[in-house]
């Protein structure tokens, strides 16, 4: 079993994890103006990186949302940094 760092409760197992996508895919400003090229990039498209990646992912025992930096390959989690909430 993998141990992931939460911000705010520190080493857990994974299993305590949630995962919630790849950090920085920002969703388009400009609602029904946003061409579906664009909407269907952020809704599909992922980098899916062979090493180093950044992702959101979230402790479901304490509800802190951060970015965690994983290496794919390795499968090496450095400690994660807070979104929000209990910072
Ligand atoms: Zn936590």
């Given at each position: 079993m993998q141990i992931f760092s939460c911000p705010f409760c520190g080493p857990?197992?994974?299993?305590?994890?949630?995962?919630?996508?790849?950090?920085?895919?920002?969703?388009?400003?400009?609602?029904?103006?946003?061409?579906?090229?664009?909407?269907?990039a952020y809704l599909?498209?992922?980098h899916?990186?062979?090493g180093a990646a950044r992702e959101i992912w979230m402790h479901t025992t304490c509800l802190?949302?951060?970015?965690?930096?994983?290496?794919?390959?390795?499968?090496r989690a450095e400690p994660g940094q807070a979104l929000g909430g209990h910072a």
């Open positions: 857990r197992p994974e299993t305590e994890f949630h995962f919630g996508g790849e950090a920085g895919n920002d969703r388009p400003h400009g609602g029904a103006s946003v061409p579906a090229q664009d909407w269907a599909h498209l992922r899916n990186p062979k802190e949302v951060f970015v965690m930096e994983r290496d794919t390959l390795s499968m």
